[in-house]
C-alpha cells in the first residue's frame, strides 16, 4: 500500500506496508539494497513479539533476534526483515500473557498453548512468501533457528538456498524457554549453555482473571 524511508541506527531502511484479505492483518517488509537484482538474498521473517521486540523483555529471545537481523543486513547492504503480526506464534497477545502465567506455575510454552486452547504453533508463513514474491526475491538466505520456517517457505515456493545461524544469549529469565524450543520444537540453537535438566516449579492451580 505504501513504502517510506526509515532511517535508523543501522543505516537507512524501506519499510512498506502491506494488506491482505487472508487474515485482515497489516504486515510488513523492511529492506536495504536493491532487492530486485540480487541473488541469495538475506532474509529474516520475523513473527510480531510486542513484549521482547518494543518493551525489551527477558522472557524470549524475539527482541535479539530482530536486533540482530538488522544488523546483519546493514553489514551487507542488502536484505529483508518481514514482520508478520502474528504474536505469540499466533495466538494474540492478551492469550500469550496468560500462557506467560501458566509458565510461571512451571508449565513450559508448549504446555501452556495446549492448556489454553491452543497448538504449540499456530505461526503461518505463506503470507511472508507473498511479500518476498512481491519484492521479486526468489532465493534467499534465511535467518533462523527454526528448521520448520525453511520447510514452510520452500513449500510456498521460496528456495531457501542456506541458514544463516542466529547467535542467542542465555539469561534465567528465558533458559526454560530455549530449552523447550530446542528440545520439543526441534529448533537448532547454536550454543552449549542451554542445561540438560531444568527444575520444575511447583504446578499450582490456575484461576482465571
Known sequence: ?????????????????????????????????????????????????????????????????????????????????????????????????????????????????LMLGHEADEMDYSLAARILEDLKVKAVRLITNNPSKISALEAEGIKVTSRVIQNIAVNSENENYLHTKAKRMDHLLPFKSIPTTITKKKHEPHSSN
Do not use: W
Open 1 to 113: 500500500m505504501a513504502s517510506a524511508r526509515i532511517p535508523t541506527e543501522y543505516g537507512d531502511f524501506q519499510l512498506c506496508y502491506y494488506t491482505n484479505t487472508q487474515d485482515k492483518k497489516e504486515h510488513l517488509a523492511f529492506y536495504m539494497g536493491n532487492l530486485a537484482d540480487a541473488e541469495d538474498v538475506l532474509v529474516r521473517v520475523h513473527s510480531e513479539c510486542f513484549t521482547g521486540d518494543v518493551l525489551g523483555s527477558l522472557r524470549c529471545d524475539c527482541g535479539e533476534q530482530l536486533n540482530r537481523a538488522l544488523a546483519l543486513v546493514a553489514s551487507e547492504g542488502l536484505g529483508v526483515v518481514i514482520y508478520l503480526r502474528q504474536e505469540g506464534r499466533g495466538i494474540g497477545l492478551l492469550q500469550k500473557l496468560r500462557a506467560y502465567n501458566l509458565q510461571d506455575q512451571g508449565y513450559d510454552t508448549v504446555d501452556a498453548n
